[in-house]
């Protein structure tokens, strides 16, 4: 077993359970309405897009800048408000200095029922892809009432469990180039000088295996930002997931509806879509063929048409 792999299932999600901000210039920066919530010590930044019901969207990592969802946000501002929170420590939400007592679950919890609260929302709709689902459920964990529906788009589950399982599949997809690269530039982290761009060398190689059509995939990298990947903050959160993740017991009794959307080809394993299913008392599930990761970009059709018939549902 390949060291990278070895060290990515103890430690689970901290480089790969990945959404990468790909855009060549921050979408953030071309469009949207800035809005800023105080926290401890620091501003908690976030922008909106469109009109209408409030529409939460919670990006992946842990550690990506949000930038990516602005297209999935741009295809519902015609209905919702769309809101593309910048997670502590990611965009222009920084703390001054990442500690395991301002960065971990509990707390980005409570950024969001404090956006929520500063917002005057009353109840909010959840989109969370990827650990953006993970740290959507455990919102609802915290603050059922405060929760409209809940949206989990190739989402991790409810404890980490899941990831050695995850990180096979991944493997399994790799040559044996693929792999004997991964393993150079894994033993050569400990002393890189830019653990930024040797990251984003892993996700060269990573990302495309994330999706159906690996091709879809080289062209979801090649723009690909190291700036947009905040690695500090990614490895203090998957640390807490393994101490202290574990939902299920609070969402047995979570009521409001729950649409789960998850490829057949994610490497995210189907029984994590099927356990979260079954936990919820009011979730519905949908499997989307010839989809990995990321279903929006490869079944665009069938998931905007699920998602909004949700959301109309829904309200």
């Known amino acids: 077993m390949l060291r990278f792999f070895s060290y990515s299932k103890s430690s689970l999600l901290s480089t790969i359970l990945l959404l990468v901000s790909v855009s060549p210039t921050s979408l953030l920066a071309q469009t949207g309405h800035d809005g800023a919530v105080a926290r401890e010590s620091f501003t908690l930044h976030y922008k909106t897009i469109g009109t209408g019901r409030p529409l939460l969207l919670l990006s992946g990592g842990p550690g990506f800048d949000v930038d990516y969802m602005m297209p999935l946000a741009q295809e519902l501002s015609a209905s919702y408000q769309c809101i593309l929170l910048e997670q502590r420590g990611t965009g222009r939400s920084q703390p001054p200095a990442l500690t395991p007592e301002n960065v971990n679950v509990a707390v980005m919890v409570e ?48 404890d980490s469990s899941f990831g050695p399982i995850f990180m096979d599949n991944i493997l399994m997809r790799a040559t044996t180039i693929e792999r004997q690269r991964i393993r150079q530039i894994q033993d050569a982290m400990g002393s890189a000088a830019d653990l930024l761009t040797a990251y984003l060398d892993l996700f060269r190689l990573m990302v495309p295996l994330y999706f159906f059509d690996r091709d879809r995939g080289e062209q979801f990298m090649a723009a690909a930002k190291k700036e947009s990947y905040h690695p500090q903050l990614a490895h203090l959160v998957q640390i807490d997931l393994q101490r202290n993740y574990n939902v299920r017991d609070q969402l047995r009794h979570f009521n409001p509806p729950v649409l789960i959307i998850q490829g057949h080809q994610d490497p995210i394993p189907e029984g994590v879509a099927l356990d979260s299913k079954a936990t919820l008392p009011n979730a519905q599930l949908l499997f989307l063929n010839e989809s990995g990761h990321f279903p929006w970009l490869e079944r665009p059709e069938a998931f905007y048409q699920s998602l909004r018939t949700f959301l109309r549902t829904e309200r």
């Open 111 to 158: 950024d969001i029922e404090a956006l929520r609260d500063s917002m005057k929302v009353n109840k909010l709709v959840i989109l969370g892809h990827s650990w953006g689902g993970m740290l959507g459920m455990a919102y609802a964990a915290a603050h059922a009432d405060r929760v409209d529906s809940l949206v989990l788009v190739a989402s991790g589950g409810m």
